[in-house]
């Protein structure tokens, strides 16, 4: 039997609750057990334990204690591998790494063997299950490399694979659903990347997870108060989109798929911007915001393009929905205003609307000129690439300070900002983190708007921590 016939053979076998399987539930408990014994690395050290037992005593307890629980997770993952034998090499090796970080005296973890193992983007069948578990962080949740597992379901409609296998190629892309999470998912979090496993060293990955339909609920509950507010007519097809949550999940997997892939193309600066390194934050947003104006430029062209299916052009048309309604009520408003650029990224999108009239706030009412909205929001992805394609041509702080132009030429900077006076206000001809130390926390403050209608949506935000499908 082939690798293929495996996955879906599956697929069509008797599908089982794995969330009421009882070794998923004591895999759970051990889980939450053992986080408590870890620090931010991973590692359980000296100390961890009774408070009043001496250290040697306590390193005793703490790691008795930790080998009692890794010997009940691996009993756990060895129960449920059966209902995953598309991940068997991989839950083996996962076995073994815990066995290896036992014998090792509990210290910093090295995942790196079954990291190496898990191959999702293999097995991109629609329905399909994984159970993950790694040491690790989670964005936008845990900064610390705890012990985390997830259950998750593979959404893979076919008109994603239909676009997949065409223009819009992404082999790393797995969208997924939550079936059931330990704490370092019960919040923002809604990716899974490998990078973010505990490892020695760092490999060449081939997928990168996300799930859709956290990112759907959210953004339809998100979205729905907003409208509210504002007091915002939407035309059918977008009240269709926040009243659909599989709708919205396929429109989310659209949308991603066309952002993740448009990280490393285009014309790109000569180090592209997903490398770590310390640059001014508007220009991480400016990266975010380019891949989503991507993703909305390439919906406009499919809803143009007579020849197009029916159902890829409506789920086309509702891609441009949703970037700009998660970019300018959800992202400008979410986390805290110290160099937050995702916010930066959505007060720009919805600066550039309502100064190019197509997005007006009248009457305490806020409209949308649907019908000229597309060629105005494509025009800010040409901008933001035309900025890219000179940036080749530029030393980098040059770069930096065309950036900022282009930004600022939107948005207001604080009032206080050095940066609004120019480069001769600038420390020009010294090092690049003295140019960006110049920068506020907050250098493009929330305009009055959005500074009043953060106080009513901030509540529901909020609300939405953990958010699932059906909430």
Same mark, same amino acid.
């Given at each position: 039997?082939?690798?293929?016939?495996?996955?879906?053979?599956? !697929?069509?076998?008797? $599908?089982?609750?794995?969330?009421? =399987?009882?070794?998923?539930?004591?895999?759970?408990?051990?889980?939450?057990?053992?986080?408590?014994?870890?620090?931010?690395?991973?590692? %359980?050290?000296?100390?961890? /334990?009774?408070?009043?037992?001496?250290?040697?005593?306590?390193?005793?307890?703490?790691?008795?204690?930790?080998?009692?629980?890794?010997?009940?997770?691996?009993?756990? %993952?060895?129960?449920?591998?059966?209902?995953?034998?598309?991940?068997?090499?991989?839950?083996?090796?996962?076995?073994?790494?815990?066995?290896?970080?036992?014998?090792?005296?509990? /210290?910093?973890? @090295?995942?790196?063997?079954?990291?190496?193992?898990?191959?999702?983007?293999?097995?991109?069948?629609?329905?399909?299950?994984?159970?993950?578990?790694?040491?690790?962080?989670?964005?936008?949740?845990?900064?610390?490399?705890?012990?985390?597992?997830?259950?998750?379901?593979?959404?893979?409609?076919?008109? !994603?694979?239909?676009? =997949?296998?065409?223009?819009?190629?992404?082999?790393?892309?797995?969208?997924?659903?939550?079936?059931?999470?330990?704490?370092?998912?019960?919040?923002?979090?809604?990716?899974?990347?490998?990078?973010?496993?505990?490892?020695?060293?760092?490999?060449?990955?081939?997928?990168?997870?996300?799930?859709?339909?956290?990112?759907?609920? #959210?953004?339809?509950?998100?979205?729905?108060?907003?409208?509210?507010?504002?007091?915002?007519?939407?035309?059918?097809?977008?009240?269709?989109?926040?009243?659909?949550?599989?709708?919205?999940?396929?429109?989310?997997?659209?949308?991603?798929?066309?952002?993740? $892939?448009?990280?490393?193309?285009?014309?790109?600066?000569?180090?592209?911007?997903?490398?770590?390194?310390?640059?001014?934050?508007?220009?991480?947003?400016?990266?975010?915001?380019?891949?989503?104006?991507?993703?909305?430029?390439?919906?406009?062209?499919?809803?143009?393009?007579?020849?197009?299916?029916?159902? *890829?052009?409506?789920?086309?048309?509702?891609?441009?929905?949703?970037? !700009?309604?998660? $970019?300018?009520?959800?992202?400008?408003?979410?986390?805290?205003?110290?160099?937050?650029?995702?916010?930066?990224?959505?007060?720009?999108?919805?600066?550039?609307?309502?100064?190019?009239?197509?997005?007006?706030?009248?009457?305490?009412?806020?409209? *949308?000129?649907?019908?000229?909205?597309?060629?105005?929001?494509?025009?800010?992805?040409?901008?933001?690439? @035309?900025?890219?394609?000179?940036? !080749?041509? $530029?030393?980098? %702080?040059?770069?930096?300070?065309?950036?900022?132009?282009?930004?600022?030429?939107?948005?207001?900077?604080?009032?206080?900002?050095?940066?609004?006076?120019?480069?001769?206000?600038?420390?020009?001809?010294?090092?690049?983190?003295?140019?960006?130390?110049?920068?506020?926390?907050?250098?493009?403050?929330?305009?009055?708007?959005?500074?009043?209608?953060?106080?009513?949506?901030?509540?529901?935000?909020?609300?939405?921590?953990?958010? #699932?499908?059906?909430?």
């Amino acid at each position: 039997m082939t690798a293929d016939n495996r996955t879906l053979s599956t !697929i069509d076998a008797p $599908r089982v609750d794995l969330v009421a =399987e009882p070794a998923w539930i004591a895999l759970k408990a051990a889980i939450a057990s053992i986080q408590v014994l870890q620090i931010k690395n991973g590692s %359980i050290p000296a100390g961890t /334990g009774d408070a009043g037992a001496s250290k040697s005593a306590s390193k005793k307890s703490a790691h008795v204690e930790a080998a009692a629980l890794v010997a009940s997770i691996c009993s756990s %993952i060895e129960q449920l591998a059966p209902h995953f034998p598309h991940d068997a090499g991989y839950l083996a090796a996962a076995v073994a790494d815990f066995g290896r970080w036992v014998d090792g005296g509990f /210290g910093e973890p @090295d995942f790196l063997a079954s990291i190496l193992e898990f191959a999702p983007a293999s097995h991109r069948v629609d329905g399909i299950r994984h159970l993950v578990i790694f040491p690790m962080y989670t964005q936008n949740g845990s900064t610390s490399r705890l012990v985390e597992a997830v259950l998750v379901e593979v959404l893979w409609p076919e008109f !994603i694979a239909e676009l =997949e296998a065409g223009e819009q190629s992404n082999k790393m892309l797995v969208p997924l659903r939550f079936l059931d999470f330990t704490a370092g998912y019960d919040t923002n979090s809604a990716v899974l990347f490998p990078e973010s496993v505990a490892m020695s060293s760092v490999p060449t990955f081939t997928w990168g997870a996300l799930f859709q339909d956290r990112e759907a609920a #959210r953004f339809r509950k998100v979205t729905r108060a907003a409208v509210e507010i504002t007091g915002l007519d939407l035309p059918a097809d977008a009240e269709e989109l926040l009243t659909d949550q599989t709708l919205a999940e396929e429109v989310f997997i659209m949308w991603d798929l066309i952002h993740d $892939r448009t990280h490393m193309r285009g014309d790109l600066p000569f180090d592209p911007f997903m490398i770590k390194q310390r640059m001014p934050y508007f220009l991480y947003g400016l990266e975010e915001l380019r891949c989503d104006l991507t993703a909305f430029r390439e919906s406009v062209k499919i809803d143009r393009d007579s020849t197009a299916s029916p159902e *890829i052009r409506r789920r086309a048309k509702l891609v441009q929905y949703a970037v !700009i309604f998660d $970019r300018i009520f959800r992202f400008t408003m979410t986390g805290s205003r110290v160099r937050n650029y995702d916010a930066l990224a959505g007060q720009l999108l919805f600066a550039w609307m309502h100064q190019h009239r197509v997005l007006h706030w009248t009457n305490n009412k806020l409209t *949308i000129d649907w019908a000229d909205v597309p060629d105005v929001v494509v025009a800010l992805g040409d901008a933001i690439d @035309d900025l890219y394609w000179r940036s !080749i041509d $530029r030393p980098k %702080i040059s770069h930096w300070l065309a950036a900022y132009e282009l930004v600022a030429n939107t948005l207001t900077p604080h009032a206080a900002s050095v940066w609004a006076k120019g480069a001769d206000a600038l420390p020009v001809t010294g090092t690049p983190g003295e140019l960006t130390d110049q920068l506020l926390d907050d250098e493009f403050p929330h305009s009055m708007f959005f500074e009043a209608l953060n106080r009513k949506m901030l509540p529901v935000i909020e609300s939405t921590v953990g958010i #699932r499908a059906e909430g």
